[in-house]
């Protein structure tokens, strides 16, 4: 069957590089395999949980090129997360804890101190109704934790292969908060399911949560679905990528100027043993995608890297895959244009510069007026052509005598204000003999 995927994130910020890492892969996985592609938000944290963001991270996807096959809301689904824990309760695999947060980490201080792991000892499990009762009569309201079986969950993980938890090393994990909440865990799976999600890709620090689903999928009668834990993409120096902190947002990235694919390209090449280099399109990146050459090591992400992937994916960009954006951002070049100044770009938008350079007014700056004036003098009459460059610098070179940088750069300086840019043979054609005139004589 193809394969179907999930991305689930919570909308209690703006995903960054290191979120979306983790839905490319999904999307490349599913789409290369005509699968789908659902867009989950877990949003069952409604202190937290706001509109705002779930609309951000829409517009993020779309941006992308990854439109959602299924789109699905946690807060939407309660019902089926109530039922579900009903059965639990009912099989014993789910049972009512009293305990403060206090006394837990009292207990977890002196099972340490006795050099023993800090995990829950079941304690629960030995109240009597009465002790229940009375608990309850004092105030307390429980929370829920589900009843581990205690033994070696094994599964093929699709990037780091053969994985394993004795899940006897773990605390029996909280799915229902005192106020009746529901963490993270039961909904996740409760979805799985309901969805018919058969491949779970996310990062590696959900490893050890997977040994806890396994159970829970297995508790519920679920097809347990295969399992891939990625590495998680850092910054240059280390340090893990947060919501919170806004850095590298994919909103601050496509407000910069950056292209989708350029940071597609890095966020999905980047840790892996494929080069990082730029993709043209998501269907030929998802191509490339192969879990098992995703290196086990932190993947180091370096914004600059996006600079240079950015320029060389807009070097090779055709004029009919940009022509609608240059004429939003006012530049009515057509195709020559494109072509002779692509290769001057690191995003788009400098485009404008090298419009204004061909539009006018340019900075006349210092001059040689001798030589700019003979040289305006051998200038050619229109028609221009890409050949018109190169025979009037010739002529302007046996008639001065000047060459190389003598000759080319004050010619450069007086038709653009700059000492540099794209080829003059292909700019002074769009320049025109009018303006070239005009800026040699200053």
């Known amino acids: 069957m193809p394969p179907v995927v999930r991305f689930a994130p919570s909308p209690t910020g703006y995903i960054h590089i290191g979120n979306i890492r983790t839905a490319l ?7 290369r395999a005509g699968g789908r592609f659902i867009l989950r938000y877990d949003d069952t944290d409604a202190a937290r949980s706001r509109q705002e963001y779930a609309d951000a991270i829409a517009v993020d996807l779309a941006w992308l090129g990854m439109v959602p096959d299924v789109q699905a809301r946690q807060s939407e689904r309660m019902a089926l997360y109530d039922a579900a824990a009903a059965r639990l309760r009912e099989a014993g695999r789910l049972y009512p804890c009293y305990e403060t947060e206090e006394e837990l980490e009292r207990r977890r201080t002196l099972q340490k101190a006795r050099g023993l792991p800090p995990v829950y000892d079941r304690a629960a499990l030995r109240l009597t109704a009465e002790q229940k009762a009375a608990l ?24 780091r292969g053969p994985a394993h938890v004795d899940t006897a090393s773990l605390s029996d994990p909280v799915l229902i908060r005192a106020d009746g909440g529901y963490l993270y865990t039961l909904p996740s799976v409760v979805d799985d399911i309901d969805l018919g999600v058969s491949h779970i890709i996310r990062g590696e620090d959900h490893v050890t949560n997977t040994a806890v689903q396994i159970e829970i999928f297995e508790a519920l009668g679920g097809a347990v679905p295969a399992f891939a834990h990625h590495n998680l993409l850092t910054t240059v120096s280390g340090e893990g990528l947060s919501k919170r902190s806004g850095a590298l947002s994919i909103g601050s990235l496509r407000e910069a100027g950056f292209e989708p694919m350029a940071v597609s390209s890095l966020a999905v090449l980047t840790g892996t043993a494929e080069a990082v280099r730029p993709i043209a399109s998501l269907q030929e990146l998802a191509a490339l995608v192969d879990l098992s050459r995703i290196s086990r090591a932190p993947a180091r992400f370096d914004p600059a890297e996006i600079e240079t992937l950015n320029a060389k994916l807009l070097h090779e960009t055709a004029f009919a895959d940009v022509s609608q954006r240059l004429t939003a951002l006012g530049i009515e070049g057509g195709e020559d244009f494109w072509l002779a100044v692509r290769s001057n770009l690191v995003r788009l938008a400098d485009a404008k510069l090298w419009w204004e350079v061909v539009t006018g007014p340019v900075a006349a700056g210092e001059r040689d007026r001798e030589f700019l004036g003979r040289a305006a003098e051998l200038l050619p009459s229109e028609p221009w052509d890409e050949n018109t460059w190169g025979a009037w610098t010739q002529a302007v070179k046996e008639a001065t005598g000047a060459k190389g940088k003598a000759l080319f750069m004050p010619l450069r300086q007086a038709l653009t204000g700059l000492d540099h840019g794209p080829e003059l043979k292909a700019l002074l054609p769009l320049i025109g003999h009018e303006q070239a005139l005009a800026r040699l004589a200053g």
């Open 25 to 31: 892969l999904n999307w490349c996985v599913a789409k």
């Open 136 to 159: 309850e009569a004092e105030g307390r309201r429980p929370h829920w934790r589900f009843l581990l079986n205690h033994r070696i969950v094994e599964w093929q993980d699709g990037v």
